[in-house]
């Protein structure tokens, strides 16, 4: 498991290479952990590029999971991008696309988010 970080404005991008399953599971927390960390004093979206994940088991769902809820409690958001066809069907099967929000590509979620950012900030009348 690798995760390269990449920063896009206020936009994290983190492409995430390799296996996700109960044996990497926490080293995956762990490289991830101080991403959210840092959304605590700043928040800021991240983006998980999946192009590199080959698989991705319940135990790494359960990342997710518990990463996407960290980050909403500090008014951030995680986003996931670029899934290969074997992961997408696994976040569909396990309806994992309504807790995390799914891009066809990075540049879209990165689009989408700068648009929801600008968006938030923006004083209303």
């Given at each position: 498991?690798l ?7 206020t ?24 991403f959210l ?5 700043e928040p ?5 590029d ?8 319940s ?6 999971m ?40 990075v ?15 923006t004083?209303?009348?």
């Open positions: 498991m995760i390269t970080p990449k920063l896009h404005g936009t994290r991008m983190l492409s995430v290479n390799g296996r996700l399953d109960q044996d990497n599971c926490e080293a995956f927390r762990a490289e991830l952990a101080p960390q840092s959304a605590t004093s800021h979206h991240i983006v998980l999946l192009s590199g994940l080959e698989y991705v088991s135990a790494g769902l359960r990342c997710f518990l990463a996407a809820r960290q980050a909403r409690g500090q008014d951030s958001r995680i986003v996931v991008a670029a899934l290969q066809p074997m992961v997408a069907e696994i976040f569909q099967i396990s309806r994992f696309d309504l807790v995390l929000k799914v891009y066809a590509d540049e879209a979620a990165l689009t989408a988010l700068a648009a929801d950012s600008a968006s938030s900030s004083p209303r009348s």
